[in-house]
């Protein structure tokens, strides 16, 4: 089995409902977007495809010689879009950037995608009665909340993906559409595009926590460091929407209070260090606080974000005419990963049944339709439906 992995780089939009926040320095972030420019190799010759559908405006640059190929990607794009906009409602088109090459000889890398950019709204009168403020929203959903915020409407992409040309990909229009991937000649041996895309276009839609080793230490951390015009250190800013309905199952605390605990310390410490002329630094005054111990404590053993089946994601559905919550239940292996961990559904729980789309791995020889059970929603069960519903997108 191959690890779905993605990578976050983070740009934040402004305006009359929206603030600025400047975007992270890239020593604060292990993946940079020099990096991934790097990882692709430019040694094909680059075909540039659009496609369109009524919910997204996909483009994507191709760095391979073998066309066909391209065009059954851009074919498979367009698949995974209407899977999507059949039972996410987008009033707003969203806008994607696709990347298709080859990584490496040994990458196991099949794909990664993040929202281009997030949006912070503050309180205004204007403000969206779905949006809380204190969340920061992924682009493609705020665009949906607040189609007339002048500050959204810019050409630059709502969500940016890549994927790996290296793989045997099993691509649908190339075969005919099957259920059963084995049917095919070396069937067992692919891996399907468009199962891949969905899984990726989610997180791009925001499917995908805050919480990540920003400083390259071993404190897990609910968002990115904010840096004043001077480079000096200002704190953290304010955790994804994806997170607000996140708890640890196994203390009885929601992880947006431990989050909160771990801003404030944050933001003394830089306060601190502010007023010192340099005499301290943030990090040392972060280093003795109780934020400190309770960001280090997560992902040490025993921790909830290593403890399989810690973390739970609560959602709302309607049930007998009254709202109720449920809960998926997300990743949290012994080994603590970055950009897996938390921001999936756990691989073994939810393995053999129709809430397979958002685990961290994909299966080689599984056509999208083929996996069983399968349920009326498509791929794109009532958990990931439940999930966008709980962020503020409409859903079936």
């Keep these: 089995m191959t690890r779905f992995v993605f990578f976050a780089f983070f740009w934040i939009a402004y305006g009359s409902i929206i603030e600025r926040i400047h975007r992270p320095k890239s020593d604060s972030h292990r993946y940079s977007p020099a990096r991934l420019q ?24 191709c ?10 990607a851009l ?41 281009n950019f997030y949006v912070e709204f503050h309180e205004s009168e ?20 607040a189609p007339d915020e002048s500050s959204l409407q810019t050409s630059k992409p709502d969500i940016d993906a890549t994927f790996n040309s290296d793989y045997n990909w099993w691509f649908a229009d190339s075969y005919g559409f099957a259920r059963d991937i084995d049917a095919e000649s070396e069937g067992s041996k692919r891996f399907d595009f468009e199962q891949v895309a969905i899984h990726e276009l989610l997180h791009g839609m925001g499917f995908i926590s805050g919480w990540y080793t920003w400083f390259g230490d071993k404190h897990s951390i609910p968002s990115f460091p904010l840096y004043s015009d ?28 431990i989050g909160k605990a771990i801003t404030e310390d944050y933001r003394h410490a830089a306060r601190v260090a502010n007023e010192s002329n340099a005499t301290v630094t943030w990090r040392s005054v972060f280093a003795a606080s109780e934020g400190a111990k309770i960001s280090a404590a997560l992902i040490q053993a025993g921790g909830p974000f290593v403890t399989p089946r810690a973390l739970w994601s609560w959602y709302p559905v309607i049930e007998n005419d009254a709202i109720v919550f449920r809960y998926a239940i997300l990743y949290t292996p012994a080994k603590y ?6 921001s999936h559904f756990d691989d073994q729980f939810y393995s053999s049944t129709s809430h397979f789309l958002m685990r961290p791995f994909a299966v080689e020889g ?8 399968y349920n009326k929603l498509g791929p794109l069960s009532e958990i990931i439906i439940g999930i966008f519903k709980a962020i503020g997108y409409s859903t079936l």
């Excluded at 879009?81 to 990584?103: D, P």
């Excluded at 599984?366 to 059970?373: E, F, N």
Aim: aromatic share 14%; net charge negative; glycine share 8%.
């Design 38 to 61: 790097r990882i692709i190799r430019r040694d094909a010759i680059s075909s540039f495809l659009h496609v369109e559908t009524t919910g997204f405006n996909i483009y994507l640059t």
């Design 63 to 72: 760095h391979l010689i073998e066309e066909s190929i391209c065009n059954y």
């Design 75 to 115: 074919s498979d794009l367009k698949r995974a879009a209407l899977r999507i906009q059949g039972v996410i409602y987008l009033n707003e088109q969203i806008r994607v950037n696709v990347t298709f090459g080859s990584f490496s000889d040994s990458s196991r890398t099949l794909g990664y995608a993040s929202p």
């Design 126 to 145: 204007d403000l969206p009665w779905n949006v809380d403020a204190d969340y920061l929203y992924p682009a493609a959903l705020a665009r949906q909340l």
């Design 230 to 257: 001077d480079g000096d250190f200002k704190g953290l800013a304010k955790p994804f929407i994806f997170d607000r309905w996140v708890s640890d199952a196994i203390h009885g605390f929601w992880l947006r209070d």
């Design 337 to 342: 990963t970055d950009g897996s961990s938390i």
């Design 366 to 373: 599984v056509g999208l339709d083929g996996y069983v059970p």
